[in-house]
């Protein structure tokens, strides 16, 4: 007997498609929460077909707890509202693109909270109402499955089909979605007047010995963790490629997959000289002797000057009034 007060056959024969629709679920739930998710043919295989069938079948089975359906009908509908909920649970869970894990946990909770209602609307109709799951015996049920004519076999057929592919289309976008570009991404500003940075408006002077304020932002859009160094130095183009004239910094950091970093510092050339490039060098681990835009990552420059300061350029005997 079983809390309901029912047999284990009783119970077999009225709840074997829920209690089949939980473990099926449960072994799915399993699978994304392991490391066999990171195997994409694995994770496909065993998600693809719950997503394809279970939540639409806890959908029907929830809406038709009554004997209404043949198994044709309550197929295709199954079909039908597992596209319905696996587009609808997808769009809910997705605010900047398709996260699997967060997809399919929140589908398997749906599938198994209609399944559990389904459960309880079953158990409330009187015993000749209920619908009853087949027992597994194939060659009798095909006969049920017949349609009563030719033209309404190709009718269900071509519906069915269709359902499938749009519900299997949907399926694979949740259970493999598209990487997408993997990139590194590097902004910079210049500070402003009142003390805030802007990448509107950037210096075209700079002065010897005085430091001139920047912030450059490095994001980490490659999906894996990567080691960074960035050079920052004055160079000038040569017939094949820039020479540097000083290396003002050099920095490493390391970022995840999807973490940025924003470094405030200061530029404070020791040389003057005239249309120069302030050449911001991005390089996936250490740089190498020589750096220049041709072999960086990423690049980003500024045409500048460097003059003297304006004490310098005074008479001798007018600095010491400056």
Same mark, same amino acid.
């Given at each position: 007997?079983?809390?309901?007060?029912?047999?284990?056959?009783?119970?077999?024969?009225?709840? &074997?498609?829920?209690?089949?629709?939980?473990?099926?679920?449960? &072994?799915?739930?399993?699978?994304?929460?392991?490391?066999?998710?990171?195997?994409?043919?694995?994770?496909?295989?065993?998600?693809?077909?719950?997503?394809? @069938?279970?939540?639409?079948?806890?959908?029907?089975?929830?809406?038709?707890?009554?004997?209404?359906?043949?198994?044709?009908?309550?197929?295709?509908?199954?079909?039908?509202?597992?596209? &319905?909920?696996?587009?609808?649970?997808?769009?809910?869970?997705?605010?900047?693109?398709?996260?699997?894990?967060?997809?399919?946990?929140?589908?398997?909770?749906?599938?198994?909270?209609?399944?559990?209602?389904?459960?309880?609307?079953?158990?409330?109709?009187?015993?000749?109402?209920?619908?009853?799951?087949?027992?597994?015996?194939?060659?009798?049920?095909?006969?049920?499955?017949?349609?009563?004519?030719?033209?309404?076999?190709?009718?269900?057929?071509?519906?069915?089909?269709?359902?499938?592919?749009?519900?299997?289309?949907?399926?694979?976008?949740?259970?493999?979605?598209?990487?997408?570009?993997? @990139?590194?991404?590097?902004?910079?500003?210049?500070?402003?007047?009142?003390?805030?940075?802007?990448?509107?408006?950037?210096?075209?002077?700079?002065?010897?010995?005085?430091?001139?304020?920047?912030?450059?932002?490095?994001?980490?859009?490659?999906?894996?963790?990567?080691?960074?160094?960035?050079?920052?130095?004055?160079?000038?183009?040569?017939?094949?490629? @820039?020479?540097?004239?000083?290396?003002?910094?050099?920095?490493?950091?390391?970022?995840?997959?999807?973490?940025?970093?924003?470094?405030?510092?200061?530029?404070?050339?020791?040389?003057? &000289?005239?249309?120069?490039?302030?050449?911001?060098?991005?390089?996936?681990?250490?740089?190498?002797?020589?750096?220049?835009?041709?072999?960086?990552?990423?690049?980003?420059?500024?045409?500048?000057?460097?003059?003297?300061?304006?004490?310098?350029?005074?008479?001798?005997?007018?600095?010491?009034?400056?």
């Amino acid at each position: 007997m079983c809390s309901w007060g029912l047999t284990t056959t009783e119970v077999y024969d009225s709840y &074997a498609d829920t209690l089949s629709l939980v473990v099926w679920t449960a &072994a799915v739930l399993a699978v994304t929460l392991t490391p066999l998710a990171n195997v994409a043919p694995l994770r496909i295989a065993t998600s693809l077909p719950w997503l394809l @069938f279970a939540p639409g079948y806890g959908l029907v089975a929830c809406l038709f707890p009554a004997d209404t359906l043949d198994g044709l009908e309550r197929t295709a509908l199954s079909v039908g509202g597992s596209l &319905a909920v696996v587009l609808f649970g997808t769009l809910v869970v997705a605010r900047g693109g398709v996260d699997t894990l967060s997809a399919v946990a929140s589908l398997t909770l749906a599938t198994l909270g209609l399944t559990l209602l389904a459960a309880v609307r079953r158990r409330r109709l009187p015993t000749g109402e209920r619908y009853t799951p087949p027992r597994p015996d194939i060659a009798s049920r095909l006969g049920e499955l017949e349609p009563s004519t030719s033209t309404d076999g190709l009718l269900n057929a071509a519906l069915l089909l269709a359902l499938v592919v749009a519900a299997a289309t949907a399926g694979v976008a949740t259970v493999a979605p598209p990487e997408g570009e993997r @990139f590194t991404e590097v902004a910079l500003a210049s500070q402003t007047d009142n003390g805030t940075y802007t990448v509107n408006e950037y210096p075209e002077r700079l002065t010897r010995g005085e430091p001139t304020p920047f912030a450059v932002t490095v994001g980490n859009h490659e999906r894996q963790e990567v080691r960074y160094t960035l050079v920052v130095a004055l160079q000038q183009p040569t017939s094949d490629d @820039f020479s540097t004239l000083e290396r003002l910094h050099t920095r490493s950091f390391t970022l995840a997959g999807g973490e940025s970093v924003r470094w405030d510092h200061s530029v404070t050339p020791t040389t003057t &000289a005239s249309r120069v490039r302030l050449s911001y060098l991005l390089y996936r681990s250490s740089p190498p002797a020589a750096p220049t835009p041709t072999n960086a990552y990423r690049d980003l420059h500024l045409r500048v000057n460097v003059t003297a300061s304006a004490a310098a350029r005074l008479p001798p005997e007018q600095k010491r009034f400056y």
